[in-house]
């Protein structure tokens, strides 16, 4: 097992990156960062207040910066990326710079609208269905950059990914 390896998630909103993030992290032990958790934590505030008041330009600069610290400032391996997170080409760089593997959950549009439209986290970028879906594909040729791709089918939940995210990206 390539116990040194670290790895980022990424995705669209709703496909299931924190959850994967946790299964991964309790079957590999060690140690695992949320980066919109982070951010909240660090900042004081939740990344819905902080987008809603001060626009997505400031918050992808906060963002960035906390990505920064997550890579530079703790031994996380596994880290769960924001949705957007990935298609900003300067995060891209910090990333592949530390030398993480990228791993993108990729999913339907509807199943990760079913999850968002059920989730309790607001999501201030998806307030509705036609701005979630443009924003899904715009991105799907930004998330198809990471080195790994695993296809999410409805039929399979977070710890049976996680499992084959361990066995065939940490073999
Ligand atoms: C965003 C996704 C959110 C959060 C922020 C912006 C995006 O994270 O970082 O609302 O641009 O897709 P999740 O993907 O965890 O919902």
Redesign the pocket.
């Known amino acids: 097992m390539n116990s040194q390896r670290r790895v980022a998630l990424t995705g669209f909103?709703g496909v299931g990156?924190?959850s994967v993030a946790r299964h991964l992290a309790s079957i590999l032990r060690c140690d695992r960062v949320d980066l919109?958790s982070y951010i909240e934590k660090n900042e004081g505030r939740s990344?819905a207040d902080i987008?809603n008041n001060d626009g997505e330009p400031a918050y992808r600069i906060i963002e960035t910066a906390n990505l920064g610290r997550v890579l530079n400032e703790t031994d996380a391996r596994i880290l769960s990326l924001?949705?957007?997170t990935w298609t900003i080409p300067g995060n891209r760089d910090l990333i592949i710079g530390r030398g993480l593997v990228t791993v993108w959950l990729e999913s339907s549009f509807e199943h990760c609208w079913a999850n968002i439209s059920k989730s309790r986290?607001e999501?201030?970028?998806a307030k509705n269905k036609d701005a979630a879906r443009r924003l899904f594909d715009e991105r799907q040729g930004i998330y198809c950059l990471a080195d790994w791709h695993f296809i999410i089918r409805p039929e399979f939940n977070s710890y049976e990914i996680a499992r084959q995210i361990a066995d065939q990206v940490f073999s």
């Open positions: 909103m990156k924190s919109d990344i987008i924001g949705g957007g986290k999501r201030p970028l």
